[in-house]
């Protein structure tokens, strides 16, 4: 097993927003689409006095920053008493959420006159429109600032609605917590913010800070928070779920009192203390236990459910399981796993960093901001947590 030695201040490497970050003051992005990954320093540095590999970390950012960049959220490196209003204010998402009726644009049928002089029926809106009946409603953001309203979503008339502000003054009630990122996707139906807790922590040198990421979402989904710690070494958001010890995902009942949120903001800082103990106790057995490349190979492809050996696999399969054993090896090979090189610590973060990075991603506008979503809301804590578990039974 390596050390650090290596590495390299991330500061050391100039960014293209270096002496805002240097500053302390917060960087709203115009939502553009900042390389990020694909940028390599183009991107900002992630918490500049910390350690990170010499790429650094191959241009990774976390999910919070990711989806800033790229949805014109807020990134704030040294936080000076911005807190969630201000936040809202400054990206624009300072709007107040109410529930209204929703109506249909009438259609009809028109005769048009084609460029040969035929005549073609073809339906067109009318400009009537009728109203749906009373339990059709939808979410509509109207502006503080007086700008023009914008829908949402469709819902449920008994949908309660919870302001953003409210939802996620959460956050700024954690005692030990700053805010380090804001913004919002899906149409600003759904808006989130991640805060720091403490100072971080390391697994056996292996250093990595803790956040806890909230979001609250306007079209009926509710709102819900993750624990994210992040390795600083690859910018891997390791939340697998470790059964009734720890788990990384919890929810906010849409209550309004201010002794509520302050009750939750302490339950919530006691569930990140226990998940970073139980995350580096399930770590140092992990550093425990050797792994070659084949054996990691071996371990790889048992997660991704795919036997090389099966008869029944197409070819294309085949072709697809192989290409991804390539990847998986170059990334266990590359400097973001040097520490505790062949052992399954190593295997693990390797499969991780493929899953929030590499992986394929569906839907979306964008695959960058897709691969962002999708670390940000949990979706893949179910194969991290089979990750860590097939790891700890070899």
């Known amino acids: ?33 900042a390389k990020g990954r694909d940028g390599g320093t183009g991107t900002l540095g992630f918490f500049g006095a910390d350690l990170g590999s010499a790429a650094p970390t191959q241009g990774r950012v976390p999910a919070f920053l990711g989806l800033a960049e790229r949805t014109g959220g807020v ?18 998402l300072d709007f107040e959420v109410r529930l209204d009726s929703l109506a249909i644009n009438v259609s009809e049928d028109v005769a048009v006159v ?3 002089g035929s005549l073609t029926m073809e339906r067109q809106p009318s400009g009537a429109q009728v109203p749906m009946r009373p339990r059709w409603v939808a979410t509509v953001g109207y ?17 309660t609605i919870i302001q953003t502000e409210a939802a996620l003054e959460v ?21 989130y913010g991640a805060w720091e807790l403490g100072d971080g922590f390391d697994i056996a040198g292996d250093p990595y800070r803790s956040f806890v990421t909230l979001v609250t979402s306007h079209d009926g989904t509710g709102t819900y928070g993750l624990m994210a710690p992040i390795r600083l070494g690859c910018t891997n958001q390791t939340n697998a779920t470790f059964g009734r010890r720890a788990t990384p995902r919890f929810s906010i009942r849409h209550v309004g009192e ?38 990691f190979v071996v371990f790889a492809r048992e997660l991704w459910g795919v036997s090389t050996d ?31 090189r062949g052992t399954a610590y190593a295997g693990v973060q390797a499969v991780i960093e493929h899953m929030d990075f590499f992986g394929t991603v569906r839907g979306g506008d964008s695959p960058s ?26």
């Not at 097993?1 to 115009?30: K, L, Q």
């Not at 006691?270 to 084949?294: H, N």
């Not at 197409?314 to 505790?340: H, M, N, P, V, Y």
């Open 1 to 33: 097993m390596s050390n650090h030695s290596s590495y390299r201040p991330i500061d050391a490497t100039p960014f293209a927003d270096a002496a805002r970050v240097d500053s302390g003051e917060a960087i709203t992005f115009d939502g553009n689409g």
């Open 75 to 92: 990134y704030i490196e040294d936080t000076r008493g911005l807190n969630v209003a201000d936040a809202l204010r400054q990206t624009g």
């Open 114 to 116: 084609g460029d040969n």
């Open 143 to 159: 502006p503080n600032d007086g700008g023009t309203p914008f829908g949402i979503a469709p819902c449920s008339p008994r949908y």
């Open 171 to 191: 956050g700024d009630s954690l005692s030990e917590g700053k805010l380090v990122a804001l913004g919002a996707w899906d149409n600003r139906a759904k808006v």
């Open 258 to 295: 201010a002794k509520f949120k302050l009750d939750e903001a302490r339950r919530i800082l006691g569930l990140t203390k226990q998940y970073e103990e139980v995350l580096r106790e399930e770590s140092e057995e992990l550093l425990a236990k050797p792994m070659t490349k084949d054996g």
């Open 310 to 340: 099966d008869e029944d696999l197409s070819k294309r399969s085949l072709t697809l399981a192989k290409a991804r054993d390539e990847e998986l090896l170059a990334i266990l090979a590359s400097q973001t796993c040097e520490f505790g």
């Open 369 to 394: 901001t897709r691969r962002y979503e999708r670390i940000m809301t949990g979706e893949l804590d179910r194969a991290k947590t089979r990750a860590w578990e097939l790891a700890a039974a070899l």
